[in-house]
């Protein structure tokens, strides 16, 4: 696991980018997954200037997104599929049959599911897969105590996350979807690398648990430490609890001295 710190929000993010960007020069036809939420908006922002700036092409990328609420259609203010257009797909040249969101509905979610995942095996597998983290250390929506080997499925959301989730919902803990189908640890754990971002002294305490805690379902990022190409990437604010943060920095200085002299 790569911890990488930045001094900032912004910094990360633009880390974050490059990582990306690296990948898709190499691989054009890169498969991302993609997570929602506030912490990677600038990822997305920092991706949508590389493609309208410096022409970084997409037009062969496809997408997995992690989740989406159950209950709401796709066309709902608050949807992933709104998030997702809004953020990102709108702005860059993905074809919009390469980009695949989890359905929003419970009918039929059992097949859904399975041929969820047979796409995503299909394509060849997720190369880069982008994750937050919840502050109770969930990854996507796999909530504390979800199997650390699971698949897409159907997940109620627990109390926090719901409390987390309602100033999207105009401050009202009971509008918010109480399911949600997500993609599986198991279904991350077979991504090529992840990349974790996280900001903040609110998730200073999960960044700590998922990185250097003990690996368990109660933190479900923890796996995150079994997995060959993580990459974390966090500001300072997220790092306070962390006990190795000189090893990391030391670390991370190194190998940018090392690129630099190879460059």
Known sequence: M????????TQLAEVA???????LLKKPNLALGLATGSTP???????VRMHETDGL???DVTTFNLDEYVGIPPNHPYSYHTFMATHFFNAVNIPAENCHIPQ???VG???FCEKYEAAIVNTGGIDIQVLGIGKDGHIGFNEPSSSLGSRTRIKTLTQSTLEANAPHFGGTI???????ITMGVGTIMEAKQCLLLASGTSKAEAIANAVEGPIT?????SVLQMHPRTVVVIDEAAATQLKRVDYYKHVYANKQKLLSQLS
Do not use: C, N, W
Not at 2 to 9: A, C, D, F, W
Not at 41 to 47: E, H, Q, V
Not at 217 to 221: F, G, I, Q
């Open 41 to 47: 908006i600038g990822l997305y922002k920092a991706l």
């Open 104 to 106: 929003s509905t419970v």
């Open 57 to 59: 092409d997409f037009s």
């Open 109 to 111: 979610h059992e097949e």
């Open 174 to 180: 009971d509008a918010v979807p109480k399911m949600a």
């Open 217 to 221: 379902a109660e933190v479900p990022a």
């Open 17 to 23: 980018a490059e990582i990306i960007r690296d990948a």
């Open 2 to 9: 790569e911890v990488i710190i930045q001094p900032t929000y």
